[in-house]
C-alpha cells in the first residue's frame, strides 16, 4: 500500500506553489444521463457517460461511476458494469441482475471505482455494459430522480 504525507501548512509559513500542487483539485470532470438504455448483450458504451479531463502530471486520480439499476428478466444473467479508458479496463463491478421472480429483475446502486495516476495530458474515461453470462438483454435505469453518472477527482499530488 502506498502512502503519502498530508501537507500541513506551519504558522508564517510562505504558500508555494510546489505546496499548492500537494493538495487536491477535486472534481475535474462530470457526466450523468437520465435516460434507460436497453437491448444490451454485447459490450457498448453507455450512452453520454464519458467524460474527458486534462491531468496534469505526477496527479493521483479517482475515477468512479455509479449505475442504479441493471436488470434483465432473464434468470441468472450477470453484466459487467466497467470504467474504461479507450479498451484498457480500469476497474468492474459485476451484477446478478436477472431475477425474474422480483419483476423485471436487477438490483440497485452499482458502483465502480479506479484510483491512479495517469500520464499528464488528456484522457476520455467511460462506462460500458456487457452480457457476462446468460442469455437475456440487459437494461440499463436512470431517470431524474436516479441519474446515473461518471466523474473523474483529483485527490492530489501522487507524491
Known amino acids: 500500500m502506498t502512502s503519502r504525507s498530508i501537507y500541513t501548512p506551519v504558522a508564517s509559513e510562505v504558500l508555494t506553489a510546489a505546496n499548492l500542487k500537494k493538495l487536491a483539485a477535486g472534481w475535474i470532470g462530470y457526466a450523468t444521463v437520465t435516460a434507460n438504455q436497453t437491448g444490451i448483450t454485447t459490450e457498448v458504451d ?18 468512479e461511476a455509479y449505475g442504479f439499476r441493471i436488470s434483465s428478466a432473464t434468470a441468472d444473467d450477470i453484466a459487467n458494469f466497467r470504467i474504461k479508458e479507450s479498451t484498457t479496463q480500469l476497474a468492474e463491478s459485476r451484477v446478478d441482475c436477472g431475477q425474474p421472480s422480483a419483476g423485471n429483475g436487477g438490483n440497485f ?21 456487457s452480457l457476462a453470462a446468460g442469455t437475456g438483454d440487459l437494461a440499463f435505469r436512470a431517470a431524474a430522480d436516479t441519474p446515473a453518472w461518471i466523474r473523474v477527482i483529483d485527490i492530489g499530488s501522487s507524491t
Not at 453507455?46 to 475515477?63: E, F, G, H, Q, S
Not at 446502486?109 to 455494459?129: C, D, E, I, R, W
Open 46 to 63: 453507455l450512452t453520454n457517460l464519458t467524460v474527458t479531463v486534462t491531468v496534469p502530471a505526477d496527479r493521483l486520480i479517482v475515477v
Open 109 to 129: 446502486g452499482y458502483v465502480a471505482t479506479a484510483p491512479f495516476t495517469p500520464s499528464a495530458g488528456s484522457h476520455a474515461y467511460k462506462t460500458t455494459l
